[in-house]
């Protein structure tokens, strides 16, 4: 009878010991575990989810085709919007690059770009470095772009420099001397001015 007694006093203790000491285990590990820092989480990109859904864009777009008269021409930008209903397709951070089949190349780069679809025309805008391989850097405000033919031209005064000294000028243009001669002028007209340098200028 004794040891039954001894035996429910034991089975009573250990109901009420035995949860106590999961209590004080629980709590030790909650002492020792390392606090959660808010700011240590994963970093997440800064992305307004709601502004991308308005307005869908491509990142690093790339065209490249042939013009009507047979240069090539390639298309390159850091991001580009397509055309609405309400407004043109826009690229940011555009590079033009058209090599005629004389063998000349000239690049442009502009800080933006706006695509009209109907005329079939890209206007650079934003401030433009347009580079030739005669070794002309021309620099001015805004250029337009036939995306049909090889056909460049500038929207207001133009800053060059070439081989043959400091250039500035009303306008500029890059086109075909002669249709179907297949060799491609660079032309500076309206209040044209020259600073003849020996050796040529240094890049402006």
Not at 96 to 121: F, K
Not at 150 to 170: Q, W
């Amino acid at each position: 009878m004794a040891r039954v007694d001894t035996h429910s006093r034991v089975v009573a203790w250990l109901k009420v010991a035995l949860p106590l000491a999961a209590l004080a285990v629980l709590a030790t590990l909650f002492l020792l575990a390392d606090r959660i820092d808010p700011d240590d989480a994963i970093p997440y990109a800064d992305v307004d989810v709601e502004d991308r859904a308005r307005t869908p864009r491509m990142t690093a777009p790339t065209y490249a085709g042939l013009t009507s008269d047979g240069s090539a021409l390639t298309l390159t930008a850091d991001q580009a919007r397509p055309a609405t209903s309400a407004t043109s397709a826009v690229a940011l951070g555009m590079t033009l690059a058209l090599d005629t089949p004389d063998g000349a190349r000239t690049e442009l780069v502009a800080a933006s770009a706006v695509i009209d679809d109907p005329t079939r025309m890209l206007h650079l805008t934003g401030g433009v470095v347009a580079t030739t391989s005669a070794g002309y850097q021309i620099v001015t405000d805004g250029v337009s772009a036939n995306l049909d033919r090889s056909a460049l031209e500038s929207s207001g005064p133009v800053t060059a420099t070439g081989p043959a000294g400091k250039i500035t000028a009303d306008h500029f243009s890059l086109r075909q001397a002669d249709q179907g001669a297949g060799t491609y002028v660079l032309v500076f007209n309206g209040a044209v001015k020259l600073v003849y340098l020996p050796g040529g200028a240094a890049s402006p």
